[in-house]
């Protein structure tokens, strides 16, 4: 089998995937935008071969690196990337070189607009936010007028918190659409009160059964996170909500999901939301059609005590888990810090008060530290207490 891995050197532990599937007996054919010498040693001991483009952005190089390949080692079988920012381009690849083991262009421009989604959750049976997309000025207000102020704004091709805002009145919505660059397509939704983010995470066959499956806990608002310069928290729960395992599943199957990894949001109701739900109740958010980012693979892996990237290589290589399910199970949980706070504890004071439970400590990259931070502390824990306890004491601030 021959799997063409888009810029396999980020996020870091995306080497994972590749050393998962040479395990399995795959040639992993590179192709990204850093230099051979600054891979990790890591990436380049699994990868068969490397091709280097001086940008990701010109597709007719990145072309050119795929022909060689297929010249080289015949017909290419995959093509992937995990990662939301080359998922078009992946699509296009797979389509130009009649690749059929995922989706084509215009399959995965429906998985990635916020528009395209709605219809799909409504098969599914999952209630979302009312939206509008961003045609005219007037159309705009007579939606906020229709829903109520506030409105919410993003982008209707994005990823996380980028291009994102919330709309209080009409004076801030007449300011945000002339802000809108008229080349980029944005969407109106109605606001939902929301008192936290939940996800569900799966790993999917080519029938769209999950293999795997992950639930895992955010702030409300990734955007504010951002923007303010907060204290980032999340976690990785040690089970899945059977109420949140069945929206998931109805998701993946409405949507048409299959041999993917797949990270969905909900919001989780703060109140009783006509048209929406009751206070708890999940609300579908949106579908990404990758892993959670960061390094939120390697957290499903410490609260189930399994290896995520060795089951996505199962699922593309003979379409099964090929993994048993652990009933040694945890919390875990990642608490960011930024160099523009003060802390009360110190590193090594965090590292001496929770030792063996810290399962990872690292400086986060530049390009994720918005929304991340700049520094993480994860840790395995058995209660949802003792989770508690530990983000408190990693960020408590001077």
């Known amino acids: 089998m021959n799997f063409v891995f888009v810029s396999p050197q980020f996020p870091e532990t995306y080497w994972n995937f590749c050393a998962a599937l040479r395990r399995n007996g795959v040639n992993v054919l590179g192709v990204g935008d850093t230099p051979y010498d600054n891979l990790s040693c890591q990436l380049r001991d699994v990868l068969t071969e490397y091709y280097r483009v001086d940008s990701l952005e010109d597709y007719d190089k990145v072309f050119r690196a795929v022909a060689y390949f297929s010249y080289k080692y015949g017909k290419v079988d995959w093509v992937e990337s995990n990662n939301e920012y080359w998922l078009s381009l992946d699509a296009r690849l797979r389509d130009d070189f009649h690749v059929t083991t995922g989706a084509g262009v215009d399959k995965m421009a429906e998985w990635q607009s916020k528009a395209g989604m709605k219809p799909l959750y409504a098969a599914a049976g999952v209630p979302s936010a009312r939206q509008s997309k961003v045609t005219s000025i007037d159309a705009a207000l007579d939606f906020a007028r229709e829903v109520g102020y506030p409105v919410f704004a993003k982008p209707e091709y994005g990823m996380g918190a980028g291009g994102t805002a919330k709309v209080d009145n009409a004076e801030q919505l007449q300011a945000l659409f002339c802000s809108i660059p008229a080349d980029e397509p944005y969407v109106l939704e109605e606001f939902v009160p929301s008192s936290g983010i939940t996800a569900y995470d799966a790993i999917l066959d080519s029938h769209g ?76 958010l949106e579908v990404n059609c990758r892993p959670a980012g960061g390094y939120t693979p390697d957290m499903m892996n410490f609260a189930h005590s399994t290896d995520v990237y060795q089951i996505w290589a199962n699922m593309v290589t003979s379409d099964c888990r090929g993994l048993p399910e652990s009933n040694d199970l945890y919390w875990c949980v990642y608490a960011g810090r930024r160099d523009v706070h003060q802390y009360v504890h110190s590193h090594q004071e965090i590292l001496d008060a929770w030792g063996d439970l810290i399962v990872m400590q690292r400086r986060i990259p530049d390009a994720l530290s918005d929304d991340m931070g700049n520094q993480t502390y994860t840790a395995r824990v058995r209660t949802e207490d003792e989770l508690r306890d530990f983000v408190s004491f990693v960020q408590e601030q001077r």
Do not use: C
């Open 209 to 284: 059964y999950p293999l795997f499956e992950n639930q895992e806990e955010f702030p409300p608002s990734m955007s504010v996170i951002a923007h303010e310069q907060l204290d980032l928290a999340y976690w990785s729960h040690p089970d899945v909500d059977p109420r949140l395992r069945d929206l998931g599943r109805a998701t993946a199957k409405s949507f048409g999901l299959a041999s993917r990894f797949v990270h969905m949001e909900f919001f989780r109701l703060a109140e009783d939301k006509p048209g929406l739900g009751g206070r708890g109740d999940y609300v579908g």
